[in-house]
């Protein structure tokens, strides 16, 4: 089975070895046949399609094995973007690879990787986290362990739901932080820009258009304390949780090699962050 990325928008992103795969194989899996017949339009591409969504995707992953044990080779696609990345398919993944058959990528777009790499917050790495709950309360709870982390983090959020979970990324992690917003990416009315998390709600109530579309929202990562290198502060962050300051900055300065008095002061700091 062949997992294919298509267009977020942009149909000139599309690749020439995802349009050949889809012209080869002898089923496509798709979200919505109708939403993606027209993509294979444009490719003049012919091969029949199955609808694979979040409600059926058990019973139809059973059919898709059922053909793959036959002979036959099947593509799975989404409305857009990359598969089983917060998008119907994982679960078929998972299935088709339990009964043994071989699951092979072809890349292309993706919504998370698209935004990053436009952010500049990517240079340590990241966090993908998907779309959180939609309720404030479990938003907010979901958004609680991420305060420390150090690495970006990418969201996805619905045009509904916009402002809210913008709002609750301040509440949580501050105003002076960075956030960019990506909405609409490669459709006609793209637009990406990049702010402190204070400046957030004004900028949504600027215009309404401004809560329509697709997001994607890049999160800068907790600025790292001069003189602590990811790990020192990974191993003293685990270690707060279950001793006191003191003990916990000279058990992190005998693991990692770092400096105590810098662990303490730093120990201090994240307890007094934490309330």
Not at 48 to 57: D, F, I, K, S, W
Not at 161 to 167: G, L, P, T
């Amino acid at each position: 089975m062949y997992v294919v990325a298509t267009p977020l928008g942009n149909i000139g992103d599309m690749g020439v070895r995802a349009v050949a795969v889809l012209g080869a194989v002898d089923v496509i899996a798709a979200e919505d046949t109708r939403h993606s017949q027209r993509l294979l339009d444009a490719f003049g591409v012919t091969t029949r399609m199955l609808a694979v969504h979040q409600h059926n995707e058990q019973e139809a992953a059973g059919r898709l094995i059922a053909l793959l044990e036959s002979g036959q080779q099947v593509a799975l696609i989404t409305d857009a973007g990359t598969p089983a990345v917060s998008d119907p398919g994982a679960r078929l993944v998972a299935r088709v690879r339990e009964a043994g058959h071989a699951v092979v990528p072809v890349p292309g777009a993706c919504a998370a990787v698209a935004a990053l790499s436009v952010s500049g917050f990517a240079e340590g790495g990241f966090r993908f986290v998907g779309f959180l709950p939609p309720k404030a309360a479990a938003r907010v709870a979901a958004l609680q362990p991420l305060r420390d982390e150090a690495d970006a983090m990418v969201f996805y959020e619905a045009p509904h739901r916009i402002a809210e979970c913008v709002a609750d990324l301040a509440k949580v992690f501050g105003a002076e932080r960075e956030l960019l917003i990506a909405r609409e990416m490669t459709k006609l009315h793209e637009q990406i820009v990049r702010m402190p998390l204070g400046e957030t709600a004004a900028w949504f109530a600027a215009d309404p258009n401004r809560s329509r579309g697709e997001f994607v929202l890049v999160l800068a990562g907790k600025p790292r304390s001069e003189g602590l290198d990811a790990e020192a502060e990974r191993v003293l962050a685990l270690l707060l949780g279950e001793l006191p300051v003191k003990s916990a900055a000279r058990l992190a300065a005998d693991i990692t090699g770092a400096s105590r008095n810098t662990l303490y002061a730093r120990a201090l700091a994240l307890r007094k962050a934490r309330g």
